[in-house]
């Protein structure tokens, strides 16, 4: 048996980007940049980002594309893969990519209320916008000084 499931919390990178399949499935792609801090052997603290490259499908795809902008914090729950390309120099480079099963948006520093709605078809389909909102904000999210940009 295996089990493949991710669950990230960071900050977009740069815009989403919608595009349509030829059967007409929206498909959107964005990075996220996520934040952990370590101590070096110093003792100081620095900042580690890992960056994802996530793709969402369908109504997914949509949301995202319409609330999203560079910045805003997400959450993004999926299988986790990972990309293999060659760059210009002929070297060997690997890109995380999350194949997104479910996102929700959450309130950036301004407590902009509409990003807090959750882009899930099925999970919160009954719950009014407060305990939406409540549920997203029990999750920890990063402090304005994590954002690496």
């Known amino acids: 048996m295996s089990f493949n499931k991710i669950i990230a919390i960071g900050n977009l990178g740069r815009d989403p980007e919608l595009r349509y399949t030829p059967q007409g499935d929206a498909v959107c792609d964005f990075s996220i940049a996520v934040n952990d801090r370590k ?47 060659t760059d ?19 309130s950036d520093t301004r407590g902009d209320e509409m990003s807090s709605e959750p882009a899930s078809d099925n999970e919160f389909a009954g719950q009014d916008v407060s305990a939406r909102k409540a549920t997203v904000e029990s999750t920890v999210a990063p402090a304005d000084d994590d954002i690496p940009f």
Do not use: C, M, P
């Open 39 to 85: 101590r070096d052997k110093a003792g100081e603290y620095q900042d580690v980002t890992t960056w994802f490259k996530v793709t969402l499908w369908r109504r997914q795809a949509e949301n995202a594309s319409k609330y999203l902008t560079k910045g805003r914090s997400v959450y993004v729950e999926g299988r986790l893969q990972v990309e293999e390309w």
């Open 88 to 106: 210009r120099d002929g070297k060997n480079r690997y890109t995380l990519v999350i194949q997104g099963s479910d996102i929700h948006f959450i």
